[in-house]
């Protein structure tokens, strides 16, 4: 300011600022830290960033307001002051779901409440969730299910574990939730049979956990394993047979015959042939399951486990099965069980010889003269490097190997003979021996004999 006497004197004032801010502070974007998901504590805090105005009055306070999540909830509104504030720490005002929003003041008085924040939401929840088993359906009793109460925030996850009785040694089983329940299966067939403790665990979506070993009906979640109705499964290749009893009748021995039938778990089946496996499924009692799917699994030294059929058992529970001799093999026959009834299985082993044809190209020689042995393996596919053949002749009563060959990859052989020791006229026989090999799905087999006649000197 300047001022001026009557004598044209001039005085200036010292210079003086003056600040005007008349537009109230924008809206700034509010986060919540630690994210928006459900908490079990009551421990919340609203953040943002001041953006710099350097021609503004300056932030001094901020007014937040907390609203129910719900469509008819009430709000609350909260004057906090701060140079510069750009956080601050809240509270639910009970357990659920809350609304925050914030608008800011500054220095100069200027605030809007239609600049407030999007809002954030606070999830509070302290209060565990409320688990119990349902009992066991007898319909389907390895069905394990324990329904889980939450009312604010909701099942989030659990587990359901199962314990030998007074063993404290718990094994987890493989756990789903189902809407509002967690579910689980017990493998009844692999568990020692006995006494079981069952327990559930629950965790809400603020972390809350709960666990429980009692029934809805407040009895203890104890089990008796089996669950479900054993059953048996026999499988094996009938074979009819005379059986002969001597007997003692009025001081006289007597010789009594029956016919018997046996059932063999494991037989030599020649190559080509077929031998009719049969079979039963039973329970506890002795009664036959009908209508039971039975698959067969196949499995040998070069081949690992594989299906190649099923059959269906009939009203006594009984199936047959017609294996033919391809390789030697072990056939296992199971019974994937039900909801009701264990799974059951057996097994039959079936040895197939290695086949050889042998043929010769004279069968009647003079001492000196040779002959050509030769043959084709039939039990393939051969070994890589082609089968080992063992020409066997029969001496004072005993096979005595004297040529070894190996075939070619089709299973062909052939092996020349020179006799130079034959004095008079002498049949030899003749034999293939095929001996068992590692990787060759075949046991040891024999040819048929030939035989060839050669004449030497008297």
Same mark, same amino acid.
């Given at each position: 300011m300047q001022a001026q006497d009557t004598a044209g004197n001039l005085g200036l004032s010292p210079s003086v600022t003056a600040r005007v801010d008349n537009t109230p502070p924008g809206r700034v974007d509010v986060g919540l830290e630690g994210g928006d998901g459900w908490r079990n504590t009551n421990d919340f805090a609203a953040s943002w960033t001041n953006p710099a105005e350097n021609d503004r009055a300056p932030i001094v306070g901020a007014t937040y307001k907390i609203c129910s999540a719900s469509a008819s909830g009430t709000c609350t509104q909260t004057d906090v002051p701060g140079d510069g504030i750009s956080r601050i720490p809240l509270q639910a005002p009970g357990p659920g779901?809350?609304?925050?929003?914030?608008?800011?003041?500054?220095?100069?008085?200027?605030?809007?409440?239609?600049a407030a924040s999007v809002p954030v939401t606070l999830r509070y929840d302290p209060e565990p969730p409320q688990v119990s088993f349902n009992p066991p359906d007898a319909s389907d009793p390895t069905l394990i299910t324990a329904p889980v109460v939450d009312k604010i925030s909701g099942l989030a996850d659990g587990s359901i574990e199962i314990s030998p009785a007074g063993s404290g040694t718990w094994q987890a089983l493989k756990t789903t939730t189902d809407g509002g329940r967690l579910v689980a299966r017990i493998d009844d067939a692999t568990l020692p049979a006995g006494s079981y403790q069952v327990r559930a665990t629950a965790h809400d979506q603020a972390h809350n956990e709960a666990s429980t070993t009692q029934r809805s009906d407040g009895q203890p979640m104890t089990l008796t394993l089996p669950l479900r109705i054993a059953t048996t499964l026999g499988a094996g290749i009938p074979r009819e047979r005379i059986e002969r009893t001597t007997v003692r009748r009025h001081g006289k021995r007597r010789v009594t015959q029956r016919r018997v039938t046996r059932v063999f778990h494991s037989i030599a089946l020649a190559l080509g042939r077929r031998a009719q496996i049969a079979g039963q499924l039973t329970n506890r009692d002795g009664q036959g399951l009908a209508g039971a799917d039975v698959q067969v699994l196949e499995s040998s030294e070069t081949t690992p486990e594989h299906l190649i059929g099923d059959v269906t058992t009939d009203p006594a529970g009984r199936f047959t099965y017609t294996a033919s001799g391809t390789t030697s093999r072990t056939l296992?026959?199971?019974?994937?069980?039900?909801? *009701? $009834?264990?799974? !059951?299985? &057996?097994?039959?082993?079936? *040895? $197939?010889?290695? !086949?050889? &044809?042998?043929?010769?190209n004279r069968s009647r020689v003079l001492n000196g003269q040779s002959v050509t042995f030769g043959g084709h393996v039939a039990s393939v596919p051969v070994p890589a490097g082609g089968k080992l053949v063992q020409l066997e002749v029969q001496l004072a009563g005993r096979w005595q190997t004297f040529r070894t060959v190996r075939t070619d990859q089709a299973g062909n052989w052939s092996v020349p003979y020179k006799f130079a020791r034959t004095r008079g006229i002498q049949w030899y026989r003749f034999r293939v021996e095929l001996p068992r090999e590692a990787g060759y799905p075949f046991a040891a087999g024999t040819s048929k004999s030939i035989r060839v006649r050669v004449r030497g000197r008297a």
């Open positions: 779901e809350w609304t925050v929003s914030m608008w800011r003041h500054d220095a100069a008085g200027n605030t809007d409440p239609d296992r026959f199971t019974y994937a069980g039900s909801a *009701v $009834t264990l799974p !059951a299985q &057996s097994s039959v082993r079936l *040895v $197939t010889p290695a !086949a050889s &044809s042998l043929r010769v």
